[in-house]
């Protein structure tokens, strides 16, 4: 009688034990998250801008730029600055990202051929510059404390899109065009495009 008491107990002790260490958070019903390299479509997809839509353009664009003389037969590497890139289509996407991802391209795979300016960062740069004048700092690589480089050239670019929407589905083409502009003649001494069309039977919200 013990024994099977004894046994009860044992067993309603693992129940308990069982449904406390099942009681945490649980994953939703549906489709579970999944991992995809970013040039990569997923399942989760429309007609506008997408990584692998970004990684396919920046990357030709990088392999662009390297190639042209100014860049490739330079004595001395050319210096850089960002333009923001004007964004002409209907997606309200983070424009700039076309422009970041060409950037770190170029000075991880440049080996030193172009050299990028931090002008987002000129504020900081400028508490620096003037600390070191007044003394709070010491400058032991620059103790003259010299002035910001300035440009050669500036890369810059432009997204513009056609879309064309019927009871049958979206469309959207999407031409990405990027310059480098001299920044002493204002000539353009570079220029590439990319251009992607897609139709879907349902529009995607970006942000």
Not at 73 to 91: C, G, H, I, W
Request: proline share 4%; net charge neutral.
């Amino acid at each position: 009688m013990h024994t099977s008491v004894l046994s009860s107990l044992l067993g309603i002790s693992v129940v308990v034990m069982v449904g406390c260490a099942s009681s945490g958070v649980k994953n939703p019903s549906g489709v579970p998250v999944t991992r995809l390299n970013a040039d990569e479509q997923g399942f989760v997809a429309g007609t506008g801008i997408e990584s692998q839509d970004l990684v396919a353009v920046a990357d030709k664009m990088a392999r662009s730029i390297l190639a042209i003389p100014q860049i490739a037969q330079a004595s001395t590497p050319p210096v850089v600055v960002l333009d923001p890139v004007e964004n002409k289509t209907r997606f309200p996407i983070n424009k700039d990202i076309f422009l970041t991802r060409i950037r770190a391209q170029l000075n991880s795979r440049a080996q030193g051929k172009v050299i990028f300016l931090a002008r987002d960062r000129m504020a900081t740069l400028e508490r620096e510059r003037n600390l070191k004048r007044e003394g709070a700092l010491t400058a032991a690589t620059d103790p003259n404390v010299q002035e910001f480089k300035g440009a050669d050239y500036f890369l810059t670019g432009s997204l513009e899109g056609l879309s064309t929407r019927t009871r049958a589905g979206t469309s959207d083409y999407i031409l990405y065009t990027f310059q480098l502009i001299d920044a002493r003649t204002s000539a353009i001494v570079w220029e590439d495009m990319a251009e992607i069309k897609k139709q879907g039977l349902e529009d995607a919200a970006y942000r």
